[in-house]
């Protein structure tokens, strides 16, 4: 909005001055400001020379202005460019923390990997050793046997009632789990 404003003010200020810039400095004075500034003197050489020196002066500010006013609309703009960048970071460090704490909490809470060697299910006290070196031991007395499944693909999760179950991928087979290393 600020921007907006100083744009249209530079537009205004620049209509104004060009109107103005028509008309000579010394012909908008009234007979009474011209004597007392001691212009009623002069000649028309040298009050055309004032006024071309007063248009030099006028056309100079109005670029300064200019000039002051893109320096200052710039810096604004660079501001908000700069927080926007800020508010940004902030809430992309803000999302990558929250994954962060997400996968550490399913990293606490589920292992997936593959069991080494032939998988044939389980009976009794039944090792598991995953890809990964942890070895998992069957807590209850549960049998199921199968044919052997090469690398076998599991997700191991932490039960809502204490301890873990071991869970076949793609399947619904699950044993109760302890790890042992």
Known sequence: MQRFICL??????????????????????????????????LTPEQLAALDDLVKQDREEGLRKAKDVTRQEVREEVKAAVRQEVQQEIK????????????????????????????FRGWAGRTLFELENGQVWRQTDGESYVMPPIKGAEII?????????????KGTSLWVKVKRLD
């Open 8 to 41: 249209a003010l530079i537009a205004f200020t620049s209509v104004f001055a060009q109107a103005h810039a028509q008309e000579r400095f010394t012909d908008r004075l009234t007979p009474d400001q011209l004597k007392a500034a001691g212009l009623d003197k």
């Open 91 to 118: 809430q992309q460090a803000k999302s990558e923390a929250k994954a962060e704490i997400e996968a550490a909490k399913k990293a606490e809470n589920q292992i997936e990997g593959k069991i080494v060697g032939d």
């Open 156 to 168: 191991i999760k932490r039960s809502t009632t204490g301890g873990w179950r071991l869970y076949l």
